[in-house]
């Protein structure tokens, strides 16, 4: 990583690297927003990740916690409840993304870093 834009340690949950912008909130609040679909954050992940570290840091955790989601639902057939939670934990913690906020998903693996 450049000094211009760092990462966080990869088992923080709080970015503290350079104040983001309005374009990159937003960016990052879409992966919160969306993460129901896996794919959305994904591609905002894998398009943004070099061009952003508050991007990459948020999308990469709305990611990891899509994933651990889908995960769950192969494997336990709950997936209308889990389909909900990921909804409203997706809005919760684009809102909070929104408004400057830290976010912090109650379980995901950590699969993206």
């Known amino acids: ?9 990869a088992d923080a949950d709080i970015y ?10 937003s960016s990052a609040a ?7 679909i896996w794919l ?15 991007v990459r840091f948020e ?19 709950i997936w209308p409840i889990i389909l909900i939670a990921q909804i409203v934990l997706g809005i919760m913690n684009g809102g ?3 408004a400057g906020q830290s976010t912090k998903y109650p379980f995901a693996f950590k699969l993206v870093k």
Do not use: R
């Open 1 to 9: 990583m450049t000094q211009d834009n760092p990462m966080p340690a």
């Open 40 to 54: 959305v954050p994904l591609i905002i992940y894998l398009t943004k990740k070099d061009e952003s570290a508050y």
């Open 59 to 77: 999308a990469g955790k709305s990611l990891n916690f899509s994933l651990t989601c889908l995960i769950f639902s192969i494997i336990v057939c």
């Open 30 to 36: 879409l992966a919160h927003y969306l993460n129901f």
């Open 16 to 25: 503290t690297g350079p104040a983001p912008t309005e374009a990159e909130k």
């Open 96 to 98: 909070k993304i929104k």
